[in-house]
């Protein structure tokens, strides 16, 4: 987007002026060496039309060039942009080489890009100036030779020429305002790709604005990533949470726990069946009120630039000190803010990467918690966190009774004193219960429980 912003920008700068005064100097001399003498003007009329021809030959091949090499920036960004944010990893796994190769391919893939373009554009400059240099040569013979036969004077014929450079000149700068045009639309084209992108969730034009309250239905759901994937990463989920429930999640990897709670705050939409919130169907709300009421902990989270404050604040932006502190205690984050010197000024560099895993995951809940959402949900939000202080998270999350919270975790102990616990089993749900029912009657969780509590009983 950049790149195409900036050459749609020097199109503007470089080439509206040219583009009004070329023109009116061009009809200007024309017209004036008609008047002088239209048997040389006729000149013109040959040349003219071989221009013409010379310049449509150029833009019809340099057009879908430009395309390529603006394509070829793209790559060679998103190549630097990749290497760069996996930095650690190249180190890890010593791909330094491999990324450096990766790299001299795409930056070659640009030069070349660059190089036929730029070949092909600059042979503007040669056949225009071969032509008009003609069409001067034959100005001068035709008008050398009626000199001689006393038709013509010498001072008209110098008149004459003076008038031919205007037009030349002026043909000059409207065949290079064309070049700048035929770039800037190729730019212009990909910027529009970009504005015109439809979100794939639409929103109702009377939205509801109020989630009455934090209970969620799923009928009947089925959903995949893809409206042409042969298989469902959901399948035919129905199931009732009432408001103020507390709902544990597990499943083996891949097992969609993620999945089924994404679609709560609607960032994906269901594919078959309804999901519903407040009673309500997610469809019908407006997206900023239903995500406000779902406050979700994303497995994949991330922290922004900034300081741990203006982190926070993404959760309530008028929140005071009193209230991120709470916030914090909650989460457990407290005890490492206290011991930061700068505590909640502290700068999280970008993306979050001057707090450990632990650290980071106690602030992602805080920030959430900040929300007072009427559904929580944390997606393996207290993996990286020991169990003690979980124990203490959850405690703090008891007490907010009206909140409807969802948990998903791989240790069974985070989900053992749920009012109920789902397991999950590819797709779909396998069983439902208490910890006591589940244990007694479910193979799966008979055989998650045995294996992880064989150790001390407490933390698996
Ligand atoms: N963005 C996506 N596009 C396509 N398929 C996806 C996407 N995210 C997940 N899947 C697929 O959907 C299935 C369920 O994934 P999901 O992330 O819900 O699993 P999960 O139970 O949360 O696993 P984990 O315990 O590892 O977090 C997987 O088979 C996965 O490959
Ligand atoms: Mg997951």
Redesign the pocket.
């Known amino acids: 987007m950049t790149t195409d912003v900036t050459v749609m920008q020097n199109a503007v700068n470089g080439g509206l002026r040219p583009l009004v005064r070329s023109p009116v100097m061009l009809g200007m001399g024309v017209g004036l060496s008609f008047l002088m003498n239209a048997r040389l003007a006729l000149i013109f009329v040959i040349c003219a039309p071989i221009l013409g021809i010379i310049l449509a030959l150029i833009v019809h091949k340099v057009g879908p060039l430009y395309s390529r090499q603006q394509t070829a920036v793209d790559h060679l960004n998103r190549q630097i942009q990749e290497s760069l944010t996996g930095i650690r990893a190249v180190k890890a796994f010593v791909r330094g080489d491999f990324e450096e190769a990766q790299f001299q391919q795409v930056s070659q893939e640009l030069t070349d890009a660059s190089r036929t373009t730029f070949q092909n554009a600059v042979l503007n400059l040669p056949a225009f100036q071969l032509v008009m240099y003609s069409c001067v040569v034959l100005i001068m013979w035709f008008g050398g030779n009626l000199i001689m036969a006393g038709e013509m004077k010498v001072g008209e014929l110098t008149g004459f020429l003076s008038y031919v450079l205007q037009v030349m000149n002026s043909l000059m700068m409207i065949s290079n305002v064309f070049l700048l045009l035929t770039r800037s639309l190729t730019s212009a084209r990909r910027i529009c790709q970009v504005l015109e992108e439809e979100p794939d969730l639409e929103q109702p034009e009377q939205a509801e604005s109020c989630v009455a309250d934090g209970s969620v239905d799923f009928d009947h759901v089925s959903f995949?990533?893809?409206a042409e994937?042969e298989k469902f990463?959901?399948h035919d989920v129905t199931l009732h949470i009432a408001a103020g429930e507390t709902v544990g999640i597990i499943?083996?990897?891949?097992?969609?726990?993620?999945?089924?709670v994404?679609l709560i705050p609607r960032l994906y939409d269901a594919s078959q069946g309804t999901v519903r919130v407040g009673g309500r169907d997610v469809r019908d709300y407006d997206l900023t009120a239903l995500r406000d009421a779902v406050g979700i902990v994303l497995?994949k989270n991330v922290l922004f630039s900034g300081t741990i404050r203006d982190n926070l604040k993404w959760g309530s932006p008028s929140a005071t000190d009193e209230e991120l502190w709470a916030a914090c205690r909650a989460a457990c984050a407290d005890e490492f803010l206290s011991r930061m010197p700068k505590g909640l000024d502290t700068d999280l560099g970008q993306g979050g990467v001057n707090v450990s895993g632990g650290q980071k995951q106690r602030l992602c809940i805080a920030r959430t918690l900040l929300k007072n959402p009427k559904v929580l949900i944390f997606?393996?939000s207290t993996s990286a966190v020991d169990t003690a202080t979980e124990g203490r998270i959850r405690k703090a999350l008891a007490q907010r009774r009206d909140v409807t919270k969802l948990i998903?975790a791989?240790r069974l102990t985070s989900v053992m004193d749920a009012d109920k616990i789902v397991v999950?089993e590819d797709?779909r749900i396998h069983a439902v219960g208490t910890h006591a029912q589940l244990l007694a009657q479910d193979p799966i969780y008979q055989e998650i429980y045995h294996s992880q509590m064989k150790g001390d009983g407490t933390d698996g």
Do not use: E, F, H, N
Not at 251 to 260: N, R, V
């Open positions: 995949k990533y893809r994937a990463a959901l499943g083996g990897t891949g097992s969609a726990k993620s999945t089924l994404q497995q997606d393996d998903i791989q999950l797709g």
